[in-house]
């Protein structure tokens, strides 16, 4: 049996409500980024550490064959009941994928009401708490949102499974970027056998979680969609603006079914939109976004091309980590000039100018801290790197990437 890698950062998250029969436990994120290994780990601490009997412990993995069957909400029923009969005291519910079986809720909603079952879910996509679910459990779930493993995760996992770590810092990073943060991907050698773990990845996405769930009429114009938001992570683009490209390619259409499109990847988690916000009237904008990938991996493993465009490989990496902090995530717009983030928490904000270096020329570092230096309010603006001699100027802090991403509190 593999070692289970603990995810410490989540599992911190959720500790304190193990035994809570009334707070449902729901964990997202975009398959394979660790969910089902996350349970495992709860239910061996509430074994090892809660003294919680292993008969207490029900564990069903409905994408497993032996549950495969299991689509309606009567055999669940039916499923749950059979294996906690004759157990004594509260009982721990771990139930993956539980989006593969219709009108789940009614089945959660009560036996969370039954008061003796502490429950904990799974899905890999949006539509996991929309509706019904939202709707009955009002103020009685409580979400964690899982993502691919962070760069520091990326090194502890390699090095709790005796992976190789390079000593060069900018090296290893780079080889985060390529092989990406899926854990499955630790266990291949080479870049070649983890970017066709990834490819069988996106596959499973859209049969499991795309497929089942929605009609795509045109799967071919589905997908040259999904290759142009994926090759295109990061960039300014509009609805418009996506139309205008596909139609260079004979492909026609409507602004409808693109937006449709792009909803339906970004339920399944594999890309998240980033709008523009203006710091005068502090509103969202409408027209141009940007998207960003849950994993970076889901670019190069479909890309023959393994050179990194840093612009917006660190853009991406900084807004996943912002994700994982629960920041709200914008562009920043000032004026004339923008710059490349807004972290936003409560009343705190924070302002993020990304790069692979400013030490190119003057003109380069000018334009790095041009838009900071134009916000004239008091919060903390950063210029993140890679690979520079750190500095500071006008009270903007010059930070590697790596470092930025370990600070306990960026306000």
């Known amino acids: 049996m593999l070692k289970l890698f603990k995810r410490e950062f989540y599992l911190k998250k959720i500790r304190g ?7 449902i436990k729901v964990i997202s994120g975009v398959r394979r980024c660790g969910k089902s290994c996350l349970m495992q780990t709860i239910a061996q601490e509430l074994v090892e550490k809660n003294n919680v009997p292993k008969e207490n412990i029900i564990f069903l993995n409905l994408d497993a064959r032996e549950y495969r ?14 294996l906690s009969k004759n157990i004594n005291g509260t009982k721990y519910l771990f139930i993956d994928e539980i989006q593969n079986v219709k009108d789940f809720e009614e089945v959660i909603n009560a036996y969370r009401e039954e008061g003796d079952y502490s429950i904990f879910i799974t899905g890999s996509n949006s539509y996991l708490l929309s509706g019904e679910l939202a709707t009955k ?7 964690i949102e899982m993502f691919p493993l962070s760069f520091e995760e990326y090194e502890d996992i390699k090095k709790f499974y005796d992976k190789p770590i390079n000593s060069n810092l900018i090296q290893e990073f780079n080889s985060y970027i390529l092989e990406g943060g899926f854990p499955g991907a630790i266990q291949y050698e080479n ?6 773990y990834i490819k069988n990845i996106v596959s499973e996405i859209f049969e499991k979680d795309i497929k089942r ?3 795509v009429k045109n799967i071919s114009v589905f997908n040259k969609v999904k290759t142009y938001i994926i090759n295109n992570f990061g960039s300014s683009t509009s609805l418009n603006n996506i139309i205008s490209e596909l139609k260079k390619d004979n492909i026609i259409i409507k602004r409808e079914t693109l937006n449709r499109y792009l909803q339906i990847i970004s339920d399944a988690k594999i890309i998240y ?11 969202s904008l409408t027209g141009e976004q940007k998207y960003y990938l849950s994993d970076l991996s889901f670019y190069f493993s479909t890309n023959i091309d393994n050179r990194i465009n840093y612009g917006p490989v660190l853009e991406n990496v900084l807004y996943i980590y912002a994700k994982t902090r629960g920041y709200n995530i914008s562009i920043g717009k000032i004026g004339k000039t923008e710059c490349d983030f807004i972290f936003r928490k409560m009343n705190n904000y924070a302002y993020i100018q990304a790069a692979l270096t400013i030490m190119t020329s003057r003109e380069t570092e000018d334009r790095e801290y041009r838009s900071l230096e134009n916000i004239k309010d008091n919060y ?10 750190l500095q500071n100027r006008n009270g903007i802090k010059h930070i590697n990437i790596v470092d930025f991403m370990k600070l306990e509190n960026i306000f």
């Open 191 to 196: 870049l070649e056998d983890k970017q066709t």
């Open 137 to 143: 459990l009002t103020g009685r779930y409580i979400e």
């Open 17 to 23: 409500f193990y035994s809570d029969t009334g707070m």
């Open 273 to 283: 939109r980033c709008d523009r916000f203006d710091m005068k009237s502090k509103k």
């Open 380 to 389: 903390p603006k950063y210029v993140v790197t890679l690979n520079d001699l």
């Open 69 to 82: 069957n299991t689509t309606k909400a009567d055999q669940l029923d039916l499923l749950i009941e059979k």
């Open 213 to 215: 769930r929605v009609k």
